[in-house]
């Protein structure tokens, strides 16, 4: 379920995220994905670290939708190195970069998930 106030919290991170450059440790893609849900419904989910980022994402257990049909602030997956971002709105979506966040066409992705 998504907080009453999930679009005014998503802003914030994203505003906050914008400069933000990528650290390994500090600031991933996984760290950023588990803000965005945590932003969009409140809470923060339990996931389990398995071999590959797709079942990672999984274990959260939101539920798999296609990119093409994932909406504002659900988590998505581009591959080619596979890195987790948020749909900010129609077809475009962010991800960490080396500098803060970047955006891409949601058509590069491959996976997303429906949060709340």
Same mark, same amino acid.
């Given at each position: 379920?998504?907080?009453?106030?999930? +679009? @005014?919290?998503?802003? @914030?991170?994203?505003?906050?995220?914008? *400069?933000? *450059?990528?650290?390994?440790?500090?600031?991933?893609?996984?760290?950023?994905?588990?803000?965005?849900?945590? *932003?969009?419904?409140?809470? =923060?989910?339990? +996931?389990?670290?398995? !071999?590959?980022?797709?079942?990672?994402? $999984?274990?959260?257990?939101? /539920?798999?939708?296609? !990119?093409?049909?994932?909406?504002?602030? $659900?988590?998505?997956?581009?591959?080619?190195?596979? =890195?987790?971002?948020?749909?900010? $709105?129609?077809? =475009?979506? *962010?991800?960490?970069?080396?500098?803060?966040?970047?955006? @891409? /066409?949601?058509?590069?992705?491959?996976?997303?998930?429906?949060?709340?």
């Amino acid at each position: 379920m998504r907080h009453p106030d999930w +679009v @005014a919290r998503l802003a @914030a991170l994203l505003r906050e995220a914008e *400069a933000r *450059a990528f650290h390994p440790r500090e600031w991933n893609c996984a760290l950023f994905a588990l803000a965005a849900v945590e *932003a969009v419904t409140g809470q =923060r989910p339990r +996931v389990r670290v398995l !071999p590959s980022l797709i079942a990672s994402a $999984d274990s959260a257990g939101f /539920p798999r939708v296609a !990119p093409l049909l994932a909406g504002t602030g $659900d988590v998505v997956l581009a591959p080619d190195p596979d =890195r987790l971002g948020v749909v900010l $709105d129609a077809g =475009r979506v *962010a991800f960490v970069g080396p500098r803060g966040l970047l955006r @891409a /066409p949601i058509t590069h992705c491959t996976h997303a998930w429906r949060i709340g």
